[in-house]
């Protein structure tokens, strides 16, 4: 079993309707989890963490944590041919001194006009 | 406020040789993480520093090394390069290991 797994889509939404990606992870240990967007070719930027069970929302993105099920989702609202990107689900995986990122394998989404 | 910086962009090498990349963090943050990545899948850990000392590692062969400087920037360097480590080398900082990471623009390693 991966330790972070992602749909690889694509995920193909019209523009205005909300796009939902899915992620799961192995180590129910990890406290910290976070969602990278990144458009071909480019790094991955940075658009939201997620440490506690619930919602946390930051303008149209929300991403949802469910510990007990070990799952992260992202929302984007009305969305985008902008948004169209590969969205990598990461977990902090904390060792004895220090934390790594796992990443999925990252979720395509395009966003048609 | 300048975010994390990377050099070289892009690199062609041959096998067998080897290469440095370099990384600044962002200003105030003090842990650097090394990740590669390859076309279609997601970033794989490679080293963690902080305060200059290592404090990850990931499953890599050992002709990967990197070190910290006293002023938080970092070098990877990989030893008898093959052609499987092309590939994009991210830098990413954060304040410290545990803190949300932020990646530079990337290194793009060809091997030929």
């Known amino acids: 079993q991966k330790e972070v797994e992602q749909n690889s889509g694509p995920l193909s939404v019209p523009e205005g309707a909300i796009a939902s990606l899915n992620c799961t992870y192995s180590?129910?240990?990890?406290?910290?989890f976070f969602w990278y967007r990144q458009y071909s070719g480019k790094s991955p930027e940075l658009i939201m963490s997620?440490?506690?069970?619930g919602d946390k929302e930051d303008g149209r993105f929300t991403a949802q944590l469910n510990k007990a099920s070990q799952y992260v989702s992202l929302l984007i609202r009305d969305s985008q041919p902008s948004d169209s990107a590969t969205y990598l689900c990461?977990?902090?995986?904390?060792?004895?001194?220090?934390?790594?990122?796992?990443f999925g394998q990252g979720t395509e989404l395009s966003v048609k006009p | 406020d300048a975010g994390v910086t990377q050099s070289p962009t892009h690199l062609i090498k041959t096998r067998g040789q080897q290469v440095t990349l370099r990384c600044s963090p962002i200003?105030?943050?003090?842990?650097v993480s090394w990740y590669q990545q390859v076309l279609g899948q997601g970033p794989q850990f490679i080293f963690q520093?902080?305060?200059?000392?290592?404090?990850g590692r990931g499953n890599f062969p050992d002709r990967f090394s990197a070190r910290q400087f006293p002023n938080y920037s970092s070098e990877l360097n990989v030893n008898a390069l093959l052609l499987g480590d092309s590939a994009l080398y991210l830098c990413?900082?954060?304040?410290?290991?545990?803190?949300?990471?932020?990646f530079g623009p990337g290194t793009r390693l060809t091997v030929t």
């Open positions: 520093y902080y305060e200059k000392e290592e404090r």
């Open positions: 200003s105030g943050h003090k842990s």
């Open positions: 990461a977990v902090n995986v904390l060792g004895n001194q220090g934390g790594k990122l796992i």
């Open positions: 180590d129910r240990g990890s406290q910290s």
């Open positions: 990413a900082s954060s304040f410290r290991t545990e803190n949300e990471q932020y």
């Open positions: 997620i440490y506690s069970n």
